[in-house]
Structure formats: C-alpha cells, structure tokens
C-alpha cells in the first residue's frame, strides 16, 4: 500500500502522524511511504530520518493526496486541504465530525472513506486512538489553569496552591475519563483544592482512590454544577458521550454567578464543547475575556507539544495502520472486528458513524448494508 503524510496546516499543529521509527517498520514490509517535506520539524524528525527510514519526501500535499491509497494525518483536514480529499482516499486521523458539518460534506462529496481516531473502540469497550491525546490535553489543562489564574493573564491572581494562611485555588472538572482524570491528578498534585464531577460513578470512585481521598467527587447533575461553580476559580470541561456533539453541561446562568476574572478551560471544544456559547480559540490567541470570564478554548491543546504528542499518538495508532496497509480496503471491510470497532465515519459518498450522523440530524446508513450490496 502507498501512504501518504502530508504536513499539518492546522494552526500550531506540530504533530506529525508516524514517527520515522514506525515509518521504517511500514517500508521493510514493502509499503511505500510519501513524507511531505519538513513534515516532522515541529516535532524534532528531520526528512533525513524519515529518508534514512525508506520514506520518499515529496514536495507538496497535492502530490501525497494523488498517490496515496491511505492518508495518515493528526487533525482532521483543514478548508485548504479539501481540494485533495478525492475517492480513492481511506482519511485516518482525528475528525470529530458531530461538529464539523463541512468537513462531513466534502467526505460525503468526495466518496471518502473516512476512520476517526477519536470514534475507535476497542474490545475491551476503550477509545484507544482517543486516549493517548486525552492524556496529555488533561495534564496541559492543569498547566494552563495555573497560567490563566496569574494576573498577567487577567486572572485572580492566585497562586494554584496557595501558601500557608491562604486559600488553594479551587478548581472544578466536569468529566473524569482520561483528560479529567489526568487534569485532576496533576492539579491535585500541584496543591489545588481539586472537585470532579461525572455522571459515571465508578470513575469518580476510582479518582478518590488515585488520589488518597484528596480529590473531592460529586455527581455531575445541573444543580449540583450550579452550586460548586459560584465558589470554582477554574472550571475544566471534559465530557464526551463518543461521537456525539458535547453535551452543554455548563450554562450561560451558570456562568453569570462565577466570580469575576475566573477561567472556564473547554477541553472538550473539539467535540463542540461542554459550555453555552464558548467558541473555539489557537494556540496563537488561546483565550479571550467575555463578561468578566476568561475562556480558553483550543481544539487541538497536545499540538504544541508536538515530540511528545507525536510519538504517543504514533505508539497508538501504529498497530491499525500496520492492518490497514497489510490487509487494504477491500479485505478490512471484510474484517468484522474493524467493522465493529466503530471508526468508519463516511464510505461511499454515507455517514456510517450513528452518533455523527444524530449530532448532525443527517441520516446513518449501516455500513454492513453497503457492504452487502457492493458485493
Ligand atoms: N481540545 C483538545 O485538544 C483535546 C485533546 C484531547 C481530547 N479532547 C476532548 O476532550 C473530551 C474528553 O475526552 P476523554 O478522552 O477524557 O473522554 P472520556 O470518554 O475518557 O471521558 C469522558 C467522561 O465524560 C463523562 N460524561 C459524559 N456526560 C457527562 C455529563 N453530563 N456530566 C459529567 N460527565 C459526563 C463520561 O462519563 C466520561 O467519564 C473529548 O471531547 C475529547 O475529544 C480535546
């Protein structure tokens, strides 16, 4: 098979999708792989690696789209790589398509198929392809909830830990799956007075347990949210029902009780985000000040640690594409446990992902009928 890595456009996307160690697995089986130059400089790959690892490096996006069966990418594609998306493409990366109903035609459109990272379920029930970001957004989150408190960033002023004879910042996640957990731990860990919120009760027990009783737990019900924010210095939104659109878990009359210069950190923007109104924001112009609230919104927050983020994602999402390229379309549409694993989002010109479709109020077509009548 001929894979192709174009560079990400996004802005202050850094990632690349493979590492050139996973990228030299690819060539000894005999699959091409076509690097776009300087794809891997952000994340610290020169094209000299990526060469050394049997990658040829080619110039241009357009030249990766045209002769590659399968596009490996990070972020879903941006308005200047629609162009590319032609038929023949399988698309695999992030896409979060129950937010992003363009990008959703020009798949429909173009017939591509597409599989997001971020929809794969494993068997033991897993968003694995999810996890290893939702890892390191988490902790970044924690990071940035002690900047955006400082007064340089038009915040409280308060140091996350406080010191003896004063107050921890109090600090309120919404969500304890990967990102929340991995926010609350490292907030805990850092000295603030740390509360999570989840519908999910196991996964509330289990973050008292990591944190030794520290990290307070409370079911994530409207009034339960009401009444923690009016005191919260950080609220972190990090809710996901997967595939779906975000539910809004933080409403604007929640908001309007939250102390002045306080910061809401939506994670969970990618997806369209967990709080009314929040709009997604860059790493370039990561926040900005509404009513007194400072909100930080970026949709792809591991994008700027791009050598950490890209060998994590790559460790991940290797195994599949190693499968993809080893078996081709054709035999992986034939393989049930790929099938069931959820990622297909678009083939043949349908929306085969249920919960995209829903968030998107277009229809789903079950991608086994498609198959059927291919066949
Ligand atoms: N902005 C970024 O760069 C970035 C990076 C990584 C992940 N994300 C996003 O962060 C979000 C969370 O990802 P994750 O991997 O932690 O997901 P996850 O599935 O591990 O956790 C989500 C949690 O939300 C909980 N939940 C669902 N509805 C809820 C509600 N009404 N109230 C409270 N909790 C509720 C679930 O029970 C679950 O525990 C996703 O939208 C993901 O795409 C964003």
Redesign the pocket.
Known sequence: MIIGIPKETKNNENRIALTPDKVEILTQANHKVLIEENAGINSGFTNEEYNNAGASILPNPKEIYLNSNLIVKVKEPQPSEYEYLNKKTIMFCYL?LASNIELTKQLIKKNVTSIAY?TIVNPNGK?NL??P??EI??KMAALNAAQLLTNKSGGQGKLLSGVVGTLKAKILI???????TNAALLANNMGADVTV????LT?LSKIQELSNGQIKTIY?SPSNIKEIIVSSDVVIG?????GYK??K?VTSDMINKMKKNSVIID?????GGCVEGIKPTTHENPTYSSDGIIYYA?????GIVGNTASISLSNNTFPYIRDIAKLGLNKLLNNKSFINSNGINTYAGFITNREVALSLNKNYTDINNLLENNN
């Open positions: 979060h971020e968003l999810l996890y970001m939702s957004a988490g919404i969500g304890c799956g990967t990102v929340g919120s989840d519908i999910n996964a994530s990090a809710v996901l029902i997967p975000a539910p878990v994670v969970a923007i990618d997806q970026v949709t792809n927050i591991p």
